[in-house]
Nanobody, 123 residues
Framework: QEQLVESGGGLVQAGGSLRLSCAASGRTFSSYVMGWFRQALGKEREFVAA????????FYADSVKGRFAISRDNAKNTVYLEMNSLKPEDTAVYYC????????????????WGQGTQVTVSS
């Protein structure tokens, strides 16, 4: 059974940093596009970042460009999201996702989802 498990969320002050991890199991996701989404209370889930398998090409939402960095370790079947200069508006549940192709990831329709991890940024 395919599973994505996030960790690393928590409470941080504005301007601080957090590193999220997503461990994949049940299949080899090394050839998949991996990504992160987030959903704030009362809002729709939104794309945050993605990284391809071939070439490790990265994509970011405009709201996080220059502050967040996505990376992956295919040997460990793990993807990371380094979040810096955090703002209160970054507060949300962050979800890891996996997709065979980029298009579903960019249109919020990846094949696999994690259960989410809460990130809270205090002002």
């Amino acid at each position: 059974q395919e599973q994505l498990v996030e960790s690393g969320g928590g409470l941080v002050q504005a301007g601080g940093s957090l590193r999220l991890s997503c461990a994949a199991s049940g299949r080899t996701f090394s050839s998949y596009v991996m990504g992160w989404f987030r959903q704030a209370l009362g809002k729709e889930r939104e794309f945050v970042a993605a990284i391809t398998y071939v070439g490790g090409i990265t994509f970011y939402a405009d709201s996080v460009k220059g502050r967040f960095a996505i990376s992956r370790d295919n040997a460990k079947n793990t993807v990371y999201l380094e979040m810096n200069s955090l703002k209160p508006e970054d507060t949300a549940v962050y979800y890891c996702a996996a997709s065979q192709f980029l298009a579903p990831m960019r249109t919020n329709r990846p094949e696999y989802w994690g259960q989410g991890t809460q990130v809270t940024v205090s002002s």
